[in-house]
């Protein structure tokens, strides 16, 4: 195996600018995908690298490091084949409580995502978006019954060992694809449920320094809230090391439409999944 690695790594030097060699190591893993032409004759179609990164002797949390599909073989549905080995391999592996990604291109955790919620809806999680009926769009009137449980969201955390995040993602996403543009109301109540989430996602960035440590340490319980442009509380000077209230403002904004950036790309797939 050691040599096929040499050889595998040797090849991806072509393909990936900056690449570092991988030690021989026992939790390294390798997923080949190749093509039988004739007897004892495989063509190479691509293969990811996952690493084994143990919390305990016995579980371990586990990151896809890195994945490759020759040019020729590229936007075919590859990569999406080898992801779904990978999350089914470790699926069924007791030692494994999470699969984690390594640095992912935007083109990366698009493949990802949807890989995910096309398993997670054909597994039947998400099940409040059934009851929205064949051709409806989710609108202000209803678009408070869609919402993920804590206990749902735990148990496919644990049932598929997906992120936190990323299954408040994949389960944003799909709202966002069923979601009426049209309806003004709908998407202003949606961009703040999303923004909440960016902003305890990024809270470090996002909220004082003084202030986080207070939180931190239950001095204080309310966080500031900057999502819709607004404070909750007051917070003075406006200044606070260093940086305005306005760019932390901005800086959320920022990422928000980093985010919707990517649902908007996703969501014209999803529906065909739904």
């Not at 393909?15 to 995908?33: A, E, K, R």
């Not at 640095?103 to 997670?120: C, G, Q, T, V, Y």
Request: with cysteine; aromatic share 12%.
């Amino acid at each position: 195996m050691e040599e096929i690695s040499i050889n595998l790594q040797a090849v991806m030097m072509f393909f990936i600018d900056g690449l570092s060699f991988i030690d021989h190591d026992p939790y390294w893993h390798y997923y080949l995908l190749y093509r039988v032409c004739k007897k004892k004759d495989f063509t190479l179609i691509g293969y990811a690298t996952t690493y084994e990164s143990h919390q305990s002797a016995i579980k371990y949390r586990t990151r896809i490091s890195q994945m490759l599909i020759l040019p020729l073989f590229q936007r075919k549905g590859f990569g999406a084949q080898i992801l779904a080995s990978i999350y089914r391999d470790l699926r069924n592996d007791p030692s494994c409580f999470e699969i984690t990604v390594e640095d992912p291109s935007d083109e990366f955790l698009a493949m990802r995502d949807f890989n995910s919620i096309k398993i997670l809806l054909g597994e039947g999680k998400f099940s409040c978006f059934k009851e929205l009926g064949v051709g409806k769009k989710i609108t202000a009137e209803n678009l408070a019954k869609f919402k993920l449980s804590k206990e749902e969201l735990k148990s496919i955390q644990k049932e598929f060992k997906l992120t936190k995040v990323e299954v408040e993602q994949c389960f944003e996403m799909v709202k966002f694809a069923l979601l009426d543009q049209s309806d003004e109301e709908a998407v202003r109540l949606f961009r703040i449920v999303v923004k909440k989430r960016l902003f305890l996602m990024h809270k470090e960035s996002l909220i004082p320094d003084e202030r986080l440590i207070k939180m931190k340490k239950g001095i204080i319980n309310k966080p500031i809230i900057v999502f819709e442009g607004i404070y909750e509380e007051d917070v003075e000077p406006d200044k606070i090391q260093g940086i305005s209230l306005s760019d932390r403002k901005k800086l959320l904004d920022c990422y928000y439409s980093e985010c919707i950036g990517s649902y908007k790309t996703l969501a014209p797939k999803l529906l065909t999944l739904l």
